[in-house]
């Protein structure tokens, strides 16, 4: 179990990984089930509020990244130009092959492909 009060989440210098787990019960029928997985980030990269003042890309939603994928596909960039641009956005020299797979996804998400 995490606790979470202010005095434990200042301290923290990295992120968390953890799940909550939810169950709706019925007498003793278990109705339903849900466990999802939750990575608490560092204060650092809460909003500005310490040393990162910028989220990264993957600190970014797939919906944003698909409508910044969207302005540049609208730019007269394919899927390759729009990637690279992307990667460039988010000042990306090289990037494994998960990142381009993730922005792919986003410029698929944003062109309806």
Wanted: with cysteine.
């Amino acid at each position: 179990m995490m606790k979470l009060d202010a005095g434990f989440l200042r301290q923290l210098r990295e992120g968390l990984l953890g799940s909550l787990a939810l169950a709706v019960w019925e007498g003793k029928e278990v109705l339903a089930r849900l466990q999802s997985d939750i990575h608490l980030h560092p204060p650092s990269h809460w909003g500005g509020t310490g040393i990162s003042d910028e989220r990264t890309h993957v600190d970014v939603p797939l919906c944003e990244l698909a409508s910044l994928a969207l302005r540049f596909a609208k730019d007269g960039g394919d899927r390759d130009e729009t990637v690279r641009r992307m990667a460039q956005h988010f000042e990306l020299g090289r990037f494994r092959s998960v990142t381009q797979e993730r922005f792919e996804r986003a410029y698929r998400r944003a062109v309806g492909d």
